[in-house]
């Protein structure tokens, strides 16, 4: 069983930055998906972007140019640039591979005006 460990949350004003980064407990299948969802009150998880093995990368339409995604072999990051109060939402790291679908235990992030 995979574990995926977060840090980087925290409280920032809008317009500034934060990053998150997420690691896999072990290594893992070498054909992957590695990404960021975010869940914000009342609202349902979505996705934030994703990064697969060989690179590719999809954005969420609200935060294309203004996040980053990247990754190494088992940890993903994310970069957030010029944060705005509607990105305030609880982001969980997300790993899927031939073998199952694994989850982050989410972490706050709150952009405050």
């Known amino acids: 069983q995979v574990q995926l460990v977060e840090s980087g949350g925290g409280l920032v004003q809008a317009g500034g930055s934060l990053n998150l980064s997420c690691a896999a407990s072990?290594?893992?299948?070498?054909?992957?998906?590695m990404g960021w969802y975010r869940q914000a009150p009342g609202k349902q998880r979505e996705l934030v972007a994703t990064?697969?093995?060989?690179?590719g990368t999809n954005y969420a339409g609200s935060v294309k140019g203004r996040f980053t995604i990247s990754r190494d072999m088992i940890t993903v990051y994310l970069v957030m640039n010029s944060l705005k109060p509607e990105d305030t939402a609880v982001y969980y790291c997300?790993?899927?591979?031939?073998?199952?679908?694994?989850w982050g235990q989410g972490t706050q992030v709150t952009v405050s005006s």
């Open positions: 072990e290594s893992i299948f070498s054909f992957n998906t």
């Open positions: 997300n790993l899927a591979d031939r073998f199952g679908t694994y």
């Open positions: 990064v697969t093995s060989g690179g």
